[in-house]
């Protein structure tokens, strides 16, 4: 008898199931509970199919977390170029400016896009105003001086007043909800009235701190009569004891009038000329921001006392150490080179 054998026919191969489809066979079976033969007929898909199917359980897919940036590349690079070509730009509230520029996106992208390009929002520095000729007097005086030793500027009788008032002067910043912030803890109190008090200081790198004058509350203000009698005559004094010492002096009113200048060319007085708006430029100016800081720790209390505000105001000016007094003279080099390196506008000092 002949032996028949048979020959094994190779499976028929059907295209393999997208993730989609085989997620649809996995909710007819297990969720709806349709049969096998049922999600065939219901899909078109072969028995072996569904079955593969359901024996292979989809992982769920990781989510996405974080939110879509919408604003990519050219338009961050758009949006600087345009937050910089103004002072107005960089003064529009972010929520504005997707109106402003035509974009359907909200502030979070605008916000977004800022942060990826370094930018953010901060308080406006406020500094005197400069003109385009004062920028150049700027630049010339500080390319002139860039070369100066420490030993030439330790022999500056450096000199300027300032406003001083008691408690706090810097900013207060708090950690709070939006809902608490009429809370007695987060409220900061105003004074309408803060008295204060003029005082005027000098210093050199050479000898460190000089004569230091309270502005009397029954002299009159600060102009060049006041100024010319009451203030040039210690300097003179100062000078008469450090005859190398050469005096220097901002451009205020009252210093840098005709009168003044005459009255310390009378007395021989040498004085070093000062650039317009330059008070970045003058280390006496860094000091006045030390007094304060020593007022606001050892008298935070604001009071409306002229005699407890004259002491804070002496011990602020007697802390301030030999050291401290070298060490702002020597920047003067880098104070030079800022401002040359921004062309003569602004610095951070």
């Given at each position: 008898?002949?032996?028949?054998?048979?020959?094994?026919?190779?499976?028929?191969?059907?295209?393999?199931?997208?993730?989609?489809?085989?997620?649809?066979?996995?909710?007819?079976?297990?969720?709806?509970?349709?049969?096998?033969?049922?999600?065939?007929?219901?899909?078109?898909?072969?028995?072996?199919?569904?079955?593969?199917?359901?024996?292979?359980?989809?992982?769920?897919?990781?989510?996405?977390?974080?939110?879509?940036?919408?604003?990519?590349?050219?338009?961050?690079?758009?949006?600087?170029?345009?937050?910089?070509?103004?002072?107005?730009?960089?003064?529009?509230?972010?929520?504005?400016i997707p109106g402003i520029l035509g974009w359907e996106c909200g502030e979070y992208a605008i916000r977004t896009a800022f942060k990826k390009e370094g930018y953010r929002r901060r308080v406006s520095k406020r500094k005197c105003p400069l003109t385009e000729e004062n920028r150049k007097k700027r630049l010339a005086w500080a390319q002139e001086h860039i070369n100066w030793t420490d030993e030439q500027w330790d022999e500056i009788l450096w000199s300027d007043e300032t406003w001083a008032q008691p408690g706090k002067h810097t900013r207060t910043w708090i950690t709070c909800r939006d809902d608490e912030m009429e809370h007695p803890d987060c409220v900061q109190p105003r004074h309408q009235r803060k008295i204060g008090w003029m005082f005027w200081g000098s210093i050199s790198g050479k000898y460190g701190r000089h004569r230091g004058l309270f502005w009397e509350k029954d002299w009159e203000t600060i102009n060049e009569g006041s100024y010319s009698g009451i203030v040039i005559p210690i300097v003179d004094e100062i000078l008469q004891?450090?005859?190398?010492?050469?005096?220097?002096?901002?451009?205020?009113?009252?210093?840098?009038?005709?009168?003044?200048?005459?009255?310390?060319?009378?007395?021989?007085?040498?004085?070093?000329?000062?650039?317009?708006?330059?008070?970045?430029?003058?280390?006496?100016?860094?000091?006045?921001?030390?007094?304060?800081?020593?007022?606001?720790?050892?008298?935070?209390?604001?009071?409306?006392?002229?005699?407890?505000?004259?002491?804070?105001?002496?011990?602020?000016?007697?802390?301030?150490?030999?050291?401290?007094?070298?060490?702002?003279?020597?920047?003067?080099?880098?104070?030079?080179?800022?401002?040359?390196?921004?062309?003569?506008?602004?610095?951070?000092?």
């Amino acid at each position: 008898m002949e032996s028949v054998f048979r020959v094994p026919v190779p499976k028929q191969r059907y295209p393999e199931l997208s993730r989609d489809e085989r997620l649809r066979i996995q909710t007819l079976f297990f969720d709806a509970n349709f049969t096998r033969d049922q999600i065939c007929l219901q899909t078109g898909h072969t028995y072996d199919q569904v079955c593969h199917a359901i024996t292979h359980r989809l992982t769920p897919q990781k989510r996405k977390t974080g939110r879509r940036v919408v604003l990519h590349t050219p338009q961050r690079k758009k949006l600087i170029e345009w937050v910089s070509a103004s002072r107005e730009n960089r003064e529009t509230p972010w929520i504005a400016i997707p109106g402003i520029l035509g974009w359907e996106c909200g502030e979070y992208a605008i916000r977004t896009a800022f942060k990826k390009e370094g930018y953010r929002r901060r308080v406006s520095k406020r500094k005197c105003p400069l003109t385009e000729e004062n920028r150049k007097k700027r630049l010339a005086w500080a390319q002139e001086h860039i070369n100066w030793t420490d030993e030439q500027w330790d022999e500056i009788l450096w000199s300027d007043e300032t406003w001083a008032q008691p408690g706090k002067h810097t900013r207060t910043w708090i950690t709070c909800r939006d809902d608490e912030m009429e809370h007695p803890d987060c409220v900061q109190p105003r004074h309408q009235r803060k008295i204060g008090w003029m005082f005027w200081g000098s210093i050199s790198g050479k000898y460190g701190r000089h004569r230091g004058l309270f502005w009397e509350k029954d002299w009159e203000t600060i102009n060049e009569g006041s100024y010319s009698g009451i203030v040039i005559p210690i300097v003179d004094e100062i000078l008469q004891q450090y005859p190398e010492l050469q005096f220097q002096q901002d451009n205020a009113k009252g210093h840098a009038s005709a009168f003044t200048k005459s009255v310390l060319e009378a007395a021989e007085i040498r004085f070093i000329e000062w650039p317009p708006c330059s008070p970045d430029l003058s280390p006496i100016e860094t000091l006045w921001d030390d007094m304060k800081d020593y007022i606001q720790e050892h008298y935070p209390q604001v009071h409306s006392s002229y005699k407890r505000l004259r002491q804070a105001v002496q011990e602020a000016w007697d802390s301030i150490t030999h050291e401290r007094i070298r060490e702002l003279v020597h920047s003067m080099r880098e104070r030079c080179q800022a401002v040359i390196d921004a062309e003569g506008w602004y610095t951070k000092y």
